[in-house]
């Protein structure tokens, strides 16, 4: 039998046609997935991997590395990405890529989650509208990353601790950073791209001082021992500083406006010498410790400082002296007389200042600053004692009169007091003492012996003393009135007395009548 | 020089698929039930040979996303990538673990495209009527039918890896689109032996008279 089925498709046809269109929509929606893709070319490609490695911006993938191979002379890696779709917009002038991995630069640590993640490529979109597909990575990142602010440039003949990423400091708190520095041409100074963000950039005026704040800024000078720093961060890395002085009221400087980059706050905020005159002082002493930069003080206000230390020798005379060059600023005294008047002209004006401070005793010392450093610095102070004397001007450079330092005084006296002691016998007076001291001790000796032989001496004397007052007694009464000796003693001298009275009778007689020794009484007495 | 073959549907006997049991149908009608154990009968397959074509057709079709796309996406801490089939087997290629790749390898990509390759073969040589190794032809036949299943295999290996590894954040494994064509192309491939009848390489053997197309 012959069947007459008319064989029509069946339901199962279904199936690879479905099979066929998923498989073609899965391949079309890959292809029309696909976004652009770019080429970078960069230095190294350490740390990344073809296929897994992303790019990144703002922390959202917008690509993935697909292919890594050396360029043709083997100095450079060029990398193919393929980016996410719809990222075409991205990929202009302007737009910048580089790899992120754990990074110490400035103030911060970086990329510490691609030591577990990986290296990832870190992207900044550009400003121009202008398409780009090949590219070159930088080598780092960009410090400022699509903030607002301004960008200035510094000029400082010393970098310092000064980096990309180095902070920037106004009134202590951190408004920016280092971006870029490079070394001018002539080799003498660099220039620092510093960004200050916004909205600080508009207190940075044509007044402003810009300063290193590096680490702990420790200054020890003829004032003393100064400590500045600006923050524990600063302190790590180093930072700058910018303030402006108060009481200036002008407007924010442009973008990439030039400042000076001074050594420290001191220096920037020194007020400017407007119209330094250069002196010279004659020193006879030594000017150890004095050096170029030192301050010349009036009374302890800064007015200068001092240029040069030079030495002198006169051959002939064979005298020694260091004539010392220094800057005065005589307008820092803060004298008003110094606004030029018509007529008179400035110059006029402070030679008459100074031959009147000179007139009244002004001389030029060398005191010492710090006895620990043994720095010195130059003193203008009123001495009365001192010997007069006349400013030469027609000299140059004008030399003003000095005084021997106080440090030489007092060195002299004190020379001289070691010199007196240094002629003391001191030797011999201690020898005599020794001698002395044994003599003594031998008296001491003997003299413990007398005192041994007194002492029996007095209990004798006692003894004695005491027989001496029983016979004192004895004879007390004896001698005592009423006493029986007493009486008859009386009655003795009684008796003498009339003795002697009748002996004078005679030899009254006697004398009268010197024959009565032969013949007798006469009859007179009869 | 072969003999004619004397087939079933000669006699105008039916096998029942399910219990086995001959039966002839009933007059006039093609197909009937089994009278043991009612199974619908029937003496070939019904549209075998569109059918299989179908089916080889569509799982040729997603033979070629399951081995672009990937099958599998393993996530690190911080980075992820995907692999496909034939990268899985490179990735497993190492002096410990080749016997796991050359496992992936047969599993997935041998396997299946025997299958394909095979089932068009018969399906060709049955419509072009050949005669000649009909014995071969159907041992071809079962041995694509027995090994069929087998390609799961490697569907099973990925799908418990991506059960298995989910330790966030240190790993993770995703299954990808390309798995799911791939299991497409396993079954795909099992309908179509299924529907592919083997007593057709017998019937261009068998007298002229009796021809089912």
């Given at each position: 039998?012959?069947s007459?089925r008319?064989?029509?498709?069946s ?9 066929a ?7 079309v929606a890959r292809?029309?997935?696909a976004?652009?893709?770019i ?6 490609a350490?740390?990344l991997d ?8 703002r ?13 043709e002379?083997?100095?450079h890696?060029?990398?193919?990405a ?9 990929l ?7 790899i992120?991995r754990?990074r110490?630069s400035?103030?911060?640590?970086t ?14 979109i550009?400003d121009?509208?202008v398409?780009?597909?090949?590219f ?5 990142p960009?410090v400022v ?8 440039v510094?000029?400082?003949?010393d970098?310092?601790?000064?980096d990309a990423?180095t902070?920037?400091f106004?009134?202590?708190l951190?408004v920016g ?22 909205p600080?950039?508009?207190f ?22 100064n ?18 002085p ?16 001074f050594?420290?706050r ?5 007020p400017?010498?407007?119209n330094?005159q ?6 006879n002493e030594?000017v150890?410790g ?13 007015i200068g400082?001092?240029a040069?230390?030079?030495?002198q020798?006169?051959?002939?005379t064979?005298?020694f002296?260091?004539p ?16 030029p008047?018509p007529?008179?002209?400035l110059?006029?004006?402070r030679r ?24 010195t610095?130059?003193?203008l ?5 001192a ?5 030469d001007?027609s ?6 009169p000095?005084v ?15 010199k007196?002691?240094?002629r003391?016998?001191?030797e011999?007076?201690?020898?005599e003492?020794q ?24 209990t004798t004397?006692?003894g ?17 009135p ?15 007395t ?13 004398e ?15 | ?9 000669q ?18 009608e ?6 043991r154990c ?6 070939r397959?019904?549209d ?5 074509w179908a ?32 990268q ?6 190492s002096?410990?673990g ?19 390759l095979?089932?068009a073969?018969?399906l060709?040589?049955v419509?072009?009527g ?21 390609s ?11 059960a298995?590894v ?9 299954p990808?689109?390309?798995?799911v ?10 309908l179509?032996?299924?529907?592919f ?11 002229n ?5």
């Open positions: 039998m012959v007459k008319k064989t029509r498709p339901l199962v046809w279904v199936i690879p046609i479905i099979a269109m998923v498989g073609a929509w899965v391949a292809i029309l997935s976004g652009p893709e080429r970078i070319t960069m230095e190294s350490s740390g073809a296929g897994t490695t992303k790019i990144n911006y922390g959202v993938a917008v690509g993935t590395v697909s292919k890594i191979r050396l360029s002379d083997h100095h890696v060029i990398v193919t393929q980016m996410a779709p719809r990222t075409e917009g991205f202009v002038e302007g737009t910048q890529f580089w992120v754990p110490i400035g103030a911060n640590v990329g510490l989650g691609t030591l577990i993640s990986g290296a990832f490529i870190g992207m900044e550009g121009s509208k398409p780009k597909r090949y070159v990575a930088l080598e780092t960009p990353n699509g903030q607002i602010g301004r960008f200035f510094l000029k400082t003949p970098l310092g601790s000064l990423g902070p920037v106004f009134r202590h951190q950073q280092v971006a870029s520095y490079k070394l001018d041409a002539d080799g003498q100074s660099f220039s620092l791209r510093v960004f200050v963000k916004a600080y950039d508009r940075v005026t044509s007044n402003t001082r810009f300063w290193q704040s590096s680490g702990i800024n420790l200054q020890l000078t003829a004032a003393g021992l400590v500045e720093t600006q923050s524990l961060l600063s302190i790590l890395i180093g930072g700058v500083a910018f303030e402006t108060p009481g200036s009221t002008l407007p924010p400087s442009a973008a990439n406006d030039v400042f000076t980059l050594a420290n001191t220096d920037a905020f020194a400017a010498a407007r330094p250069t002196y010279e002082l004659i020193f030594s150890r004095l050096e170029v930069g030192a301050p010349v003080e009036f009374r302890g206000i800064q400082e001092v040069d230390v030079r030495a020798i006169d051959l002939q064979f005298k002296s260091v010392v060059t220094i800057r005065l600023d005589p307008e820092r005294l803060g004298v008003n007389l110094l606004k008047r007529g008179i002209s110059v006029s004006i008459r200042l100074i031959d009147s401070l000179v007139a009244h005793g002004v001389r030029a010392q060398l005191q010492t600053g710090s006895l620990l450093t043994g720095s610095f130059v003193e102070d009123v001495f009365p004692d010997p007069p004397a006349k400013v001007w000299q140059n450079p004008v030399r003003l000095t021997p330092g106080q440090l030489e005084a007092t060195e002299k006296s004190v020379n001289r007091i070691i007196k002691i240094d003391m016998p001191l011999q007076i201690g020898n003492l001698k002395t001291l044994t003599d003594l001790d031998r008296t001491v000796v003997t003299a413990r012996g007398t005192l041994e032989t007194a002492q029996g001496t007095l004397a006692k004695t003393l005491e027989s001496a007052h029983s016979t004192l007694d004895n004879a007390n009464s004896v001698v005592e009423g006493s029986v000796q007493t009486q008859e003693l009386d009655h003795a001298l009684h008796e003498i009339r003795a002697a009275r009748s002996v004078r009778v005679l030899a009254d007689y006697l009268r009548h010197p024959e009565a020794l032969i013949r007798g009484k006469t009859g007179e007495a009869k | 020089m072969s003999e004619p073959v004397l087939t079933a549907m006699r105008g006997l039916q096998s029942c698929g399910a219990c086995g049991l001959l039966s002839s149908p009933a007059r006039g093609g197909i009937g039930r089994c009278p009612d199974e619908v009968v029937a003496f397959k019904r075998s040979i569109s059918r299989t089916y080889l057709i569509a799982a040729a079709v997603c033979y070629v996303p399951a081995n672009l796309l990937p099958v599998l996406r393993t996530t690190t801490v911080g980075s992820s990538w995907s692999d496909t089939i034939l899985g087997v490179v990735l497993l290629w002096p410990t080749w016997p796991l790749s050359i496992i992936v390898l047969v599993a997935s990509i041998i396997i299946p495209s025997a299958k394909i095979s089932l073969y018969l060709v040589t419509q072009r050949s005669i000649r190794n009909n014995d071969q032809r159907l041992r071809l036949y079962r041995a694509v039918e027995f090994i069929g299943r087998w799961m295999v490697d569907v099973f290996v990925d799908t418990f890896t991506a298995l989910q330790l966030q954040p240190l790993m993770s494994v995703e990808g689109p390309g798995l064509f791939f299991a497409a192309v396993v079954v795909l491939t099992m179509a032996a299924d529907s009848d083997p007593r057709l390489i017998w019937d261009a053997a068998s007298s008279e009796v021809r089912y197309g």
